[in-house]
């Protein structure tokens, strides 16, 4: 105990020092790429075949190519420290399928005060766009607009999403977007276009009496703010998010949530009761059928999940220090831990608002639950699963899922007592980020 104690001390030490020089590395190299802008590549070597020209010299040109390829490597590094062209502002994604605890812990961001602007969904419009028009998703289109829609937002920029909203917006003014109040950044005072009586039906903020959302207003607010988080279920592939790692103008930290798979299918077989009207059939009978399109899906979801986390976890040098892999089952056991490690991922300030939003949250009694809550007991909703889920079914979900459950941690069953035994846990302790 105490050694660990002392250990993360030290590791708490190095972060800061590493922080430092970090600091110190940006501050440096933004004052050599301010030098160094004029001579972009193409003048250079424009440059260097005036030298030879004139008087022939190849050491001139070979000690200028060695220069430039030296000053190149560097400028590569500095977008390496995005921190240059970003000046510290931090872009959270928050990744992970429904069901998942993703608005609960999205509300780690939400919460966090007047520097966080925080989105929840906007994807929500993109996929139900694409989907009426085409009849299904083409998955790489969908993946190209998600990414698109999500960069331009990053950015404070909502054009791209305004083209996905249906009523399409007129002079910027929308009623339509998905949960706006889930956003308390889309319903704070500088957001809050005045409400008419008469005119809208309703009030489209829980908090404040807001007229529709004047989304000229919402970019001059994202603006202002330092950080930037969103939410999404939609993103299948963490590596088709790779152009937005390398856009200077983001510093992008994506945090992937994920959960027992065997729990998620209980989970929706609840909340999607039609959608998942196959399942609640065959949990019923007993019997499923192992070809089934809707058991496919579930092995493209799990399979979709398990190789953004195996990239992820990889860290590939484009992706290095940017990805976090979180259980759900760890936050809803750990939530201030878990969120402690969090906030020290993205380098973001773990506000008092945040812990005390999360105190509240987690101690919550029965009474407050409803499927899209996120106040419940979260110690208590963890295991809850394993007394709907039939063992059959669980077994479906282990064979298809296997590869997934093993990555993240998740105990196999191997007959109903060890499902519905309490005092076996099915989650292993598992560390998956070194930082
Ligand atoms: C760029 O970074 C690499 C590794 O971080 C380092 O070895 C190299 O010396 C750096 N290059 C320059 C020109 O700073
Ligand atoms: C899916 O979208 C991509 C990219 O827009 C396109 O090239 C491809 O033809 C589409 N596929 C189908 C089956 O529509
Ligand atoms: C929306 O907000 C912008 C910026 O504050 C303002 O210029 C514009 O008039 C507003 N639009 C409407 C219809 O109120
Ligand atoms: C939450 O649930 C856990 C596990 O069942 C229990 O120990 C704890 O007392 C509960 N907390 C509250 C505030 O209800």
Known sequence: MRIKYTISIVFFVALVIIEKENNIISRVSDKLTLKQTPQTPLQLSGFSHILLKHNGSFTSLTKMDSTFTLMKQRLENYSEHQEVMTRGRKHILLLATTRTGSSFVGEFFNQQGD??????????????????????????????????????????DFSLLESFLDPLPMDHITTALFRRESSSSLCEESVCSPFIKGVFERYHCRTRRCGPLNLTMASE???????????????????????????????IKFIQL??????????????????????????????????????????????????????????????????????????????????????????????????????????????????????????????????????????????????????FGYKFVSSEEMLTDKSVSLIEDKVFNFL
């Open 221 to 251: 607010s994202c603006l202002q703010k330092e950080h930037r988080a969103i939410k999404s279920v939609r993103v299948r592939q963490l590596e088709t998010l790779r152009p937005l790692v390398e856009d200077p103008r983001l510093d």
């Open 115 to 156: 520097n966080m602007f925080y989105l929840f969904e906007p994807l929500w419009h993109v996929e139900k766009m694409l989907t009426l028009d085409t009849g299904g998703t083409n998955a790489t289109a969908a993946a190209k607009a998600y990414r698109d829609v999500l960069q331009q937002l990053f950015l404070c």
């Open 258 to 407: 994920v959960r027992d798979p065997r729990a998620v299918l209980a989970s929706r077989m609840v909340a999607f009761a039609a959608k998942y009207k196959n399942w609640k059939q065959w949990a019923m009978t007993g019997d499923v059928p192992i070809d089934d399109e809707e058991v496919r899906k579930l092995k493209g979801n799990c399979d979709n999940i398990r190789m953004s986390a195996e990239i992820g976890l990889r860290q590939p040098r484009w992706l290095r220090g940017r990805y976090m892999l979180v259980r759900y089952e760890d936050i809803a056991r750990f939530p201030m831990r878990k969120a402690t490690e969090m906030y020290r991922f993205t380098g973001i300030p773990f506000t008092p608002q945040v812990k005390s939003w999360i105190l509240k949250n987690t101690q919550a009694s029965k009474e407050t639950s409803g499927v899209y809550s996120t106040q419940k007991n979260s110690s208590e909703q963890v295991e809850k699963w394993r007394f709907s889920l039939p063992f059959k079914i669980a077994q479906v979900v282990q064979k298809v899922c296997g590869p997934t459950l093993k990555l």
